[in-house]
């Protein structure tokens, strides 16, 4: 008999039924020939510090850096009668084989195998590997089962992930805990994630708005009335132009048209699709995820979590049988039905082979004409945007003429510009797709934004472009009525979850280091698989909060971005990662080479940042001495404070006023100078009274009741 292992409830029920395993037991399905059961997500995971060692329990800098010479795993806790059964029926002495059916990628791959090992299972194990729970597709797959031992080098690249993120995770939360004296949590990919959104945040701070003009001529000819617009930037000058343009002739300079056309764009990959489910429906990441993997799950659409918005050459029929097939589906806008030429569509766009790495884009099933309305709102919706996908990437290009007109009005040169459509092509299908959204029932509560309730937003349209009347060069214009409209330049606009997934998405691509960039092309923050998590986590862990549509940063991130170096916040982490990982699938390095990479630059890391230090027996650091009795000085949250407590009353704030009406931060070397030698040099102190900064030298002053701070001005500062 053979055990099948699934990732969820769901899905082993799904494979249960196809494959004729139709008694339900405690935890399984059986059959005559298979035995299929579950795992719930993670039924294992990597252990705490503590459990290695119970001193760990504690935060101390000086037991860093936490590197396991052993790795341990345990059952995930709430899922151990699970587990039991998965173990009991692996040992059964009635199975003599296993299939690993857990999602078709990297982290489905991880899941299996350390549910394998820590059973201590040793039978012989192969692998289902499909897209589609389709009956014909999990037949299909049982039917070209691939050894199991054939996805080690994917599971060794799964397994140094995991690893690599608890050893930077678990030690540099605490070194920057420490530093700071509060919770702080590290991730790989969260800290960096977090950062965008900080820095964008201080982009927007910081923005210095001007002022600019736009002058435009109104115009007429043979009844067809038109505008040409100038930019100009200051108001002097726009003034200036009114004054000399307005009422006069305006000159023909120069004339262009030309012949557009406009594909339309490639299916939907998961990250894609999330970011057009926020913008046009206002779900979030993990709403979109949820909604399409229980979409997949019903055999309505295929694998959700796929970073391919292509199709292999073998689905050309099959994905020309779905298009047809959704013309049939009752909840297509009737003008969708009605109109749509499949005489028009191309299937060869949708196809690219060396695009398509473990799984295609996601599209329809051919079962997907058949489903209700009656699913859940969220579902619905992002199945009609998959379907109306296929519908308009397989369709018409969008084609019109553009026109270019520069006119010369008293040596000023204005544009104007338009476009004729030759073709609508599949920009009507998309309208047909914003009609339905619009008339569509609300979505379901909890989605991203305050917008509960309301109807899915339409998707943004082009705005539409003036027609130019047709004109020859040297032809003239009898009257242009200039006038000018003062603007000013915008900040950048806070994250949504649609822009902050393109930005994860394509985060490889501000690495400075182009040799670097080049190798690691297509990487991006996290996987499409993981970037819903990400977001829901930094917002729940109080990084980030959300505001409407937008996702702001806390004070919290402001901290954490303001702390760690720039290579563990910024993309430059995870893309050496990824670079390596990949090595290791395609077995160009070995594991052991990657980890060992990462336990040297945490040593480095957390050696840079203590050096120099001294602790006390309870791992605290020991700041200095007091000046006033001798004993120890501590960090902590709001202060630097004598161990002596109240007999001694020793304090230097944190938000000394002294220090902050120069605007200058008092940072630990700075308290470790006024401890041993009474004094530091300053620079960039910031006066008010003359809104500039200076230099100077700041002295501590103890009177043994309070701890003041003084300026001196040396005629030689030698700074």
């Known amino acids: 008999m053979k055990l099948v292992i699934a990732e969820k409830p769901s899905v082993a029920a799904e494979i249960a039924k196809v494959m004729g395993a139709d008694k339900r037991g405690n935890g399984f399905f059986k059959g005559t020939e298979y035995v299929v059961s579950w795992c719930v997500g993670h039924l294992v995971e990597t252990v705490m510090p503590e459990v290695y060692d119970k001193k760990y329990q504690k935060w101390h800098i000086m037991d860093l850096p936490i590197i396991p010479q052993e790795w341990k795993y345990q059952v995930s806790a709430g899922v151990q009668a699970q587990f039991g059964v998965v173990k009991m029926l692996m040992e059964s002495d009635d199975i003599d084989e296993i299939i690993c059916a857990t999602d078709a990628g990297r982290e489905g791959e991880l899941i ?21 729970m389709e009956t014909k597709a999990i037949r299909d797959g049982f039917a070209k089962l691939k050894e199991g031992r054939e996805y080690d080098r994917l599971y060794q690249a799964a397994l140094c992930r995991l690893q690599a993120d608890w050893l930077v995770g678990i030690n540099f939360s605490r070194l920057f805990a420490c530093m700071a004296n509060a919770q702080i949590n590290i991730g790989r990919v969260q800290t960096p994630t977090v950062n965008l959104i900080v820095e964008r945040q201080r982009a927007i701070d910081q923005f210095d708005s001007k002022p600019f003009y736009i002058l435009t001529a109104a115009c007429s000819h043979d009844g067809m009335n038109f505008t040409a617009t100038k930019r100009v930037e200051s108001k002097e000058e726009s003034e200036q132009i009114v004054e000399k343009c307005h009422g006069k002739t305006a000159q ?54 796929t970073d391919s918005r292509y199709l292999t050459a073998d689905m050309k029929d099959s994905a020309g049988q779905i298009v047809k097939s959704l013309l049939k589906a009752p909840y297509l ?23 398509v790495t473990d799984h295609h884009a996601i599209i329809p099933t051919i079962e997907a004409w058949r489903a209700s309305d009656k699913l859940p709102k969220n579902e619905f919706h992002i199945l009609l945007l998959i379907v109306y996908k296929l519908l308009t990437s397989a369709y018409l290009p969008h084609e019109y003429i553009k026109t270019e007109l520069f006119l010369n009005i008293e040596g000023e040169e204005f544009k104007a510009t338009g476009r004729q459509i030759t073709e609508n092509g599949f920009k009507e299908i998309t309208a047909q797709l914003s009609e339905l959204l619009k008339s569509s029932p609300k979505t379901e509560e909890g989605s991203s934004g305050k917008g509960k309730g309301k109807k899915p937003k339409k998707k943004t349209e082009e705005k539409a472009e003036e027609i130019i009347p047709a004109l ?39 690495l400075e280091d182009e040799e670097l960039k080049k190798e690691v092309a297509g990487a991006g923050l996290g996987t499409p698989a993981t970037r819903a998590g990400i977001i829901e986590r930094i917002i729940k862990t109080g990084f980030v909060e959300r505001k409407g549509k937008n996702l702001l940063p806390t004070a919290k991130a402001y901290e954490v971005v303001d702390l760690v170096p720039e290579k563990v916040k910024s993309a430059v982490l995870t893309a050496e990662w990824e670079q390596k990982l990949e090595q290791i699938y395609k077995g160009e390095i070995e594991s052991r080479e990657f980890i060992d990479g990462i336990i040297d630059f945490v040593d480095e890391m957390v050696e840079s940042y203590t050096e120099g230090c001294v602790f006390d027996e309870r791992g605290r650091e020991i700041i200095g001495k007091c000046p006033r009795c001798g004993k120890n000085i501590y960090e902590g949250k709001k202060n630097y404070y004598c161990e002596g407590g109240k007999e001694c009353g020793f304090t230097i704030w944190k938000e000394d006023k002294f220090f902050l009406s120069k605007r200058k931060p008092l940072t630990r070397p700075m308290v470790k100078a006024f401890l041993e030698k009474g004094r530091i040099k300053a620079v960039n102190l910031y006066s008010e009274k003359k809104d500039t900064t200076y230099s100077a030298y700041i002295f501590m002053e103890d009177t043994g009741q309070y701890v003041n701070f003084k300026l001196y001005f040396p005629k030689n500062m030698n700074f």
Request: with cysteine.
């Open 252 to 305: 023909v300079a120069a004339m262009t048209q030309a012949p557009v056309k406009e594909n339309p764009s490639a299916l939907y990959d998961l990250t894609t699709l999330q970011r057009e489910a926020n913008k046009m429906l206002g779900l979030s990441a993990q709403q979109t995820l949820d909604a399409t993997q229980n979409l997949y799950e019903k055999k309505l659409v295929t694998y959700p979590r």
């Open 472 to 510: 020859t060069e040297g032809q003239t214009i009898q009257r242009a009525d200039v006038t000018s409209k003062e603007k000013s330049t915008q900040p950048p606009k806070p994250y949504t979850e649609d822009t902050l997934l393109s930005a994860m998405e394509n985060a490889m691509k501000t």
């Open 333 to 355: 806008d009737k003008q969708t039905s009605s109109h749509y030429d499949l005489n028009h569509i191309n299937i060869e766009r949708l196809i690219n082979d060396k695009k």
């Open 112 to 132: 299996f195998r350390l549910v394998y090992n820590q059973a201590e299972c040793t039978k012989s194990f192969k692998r289902l590997w499909i897209s589609s």
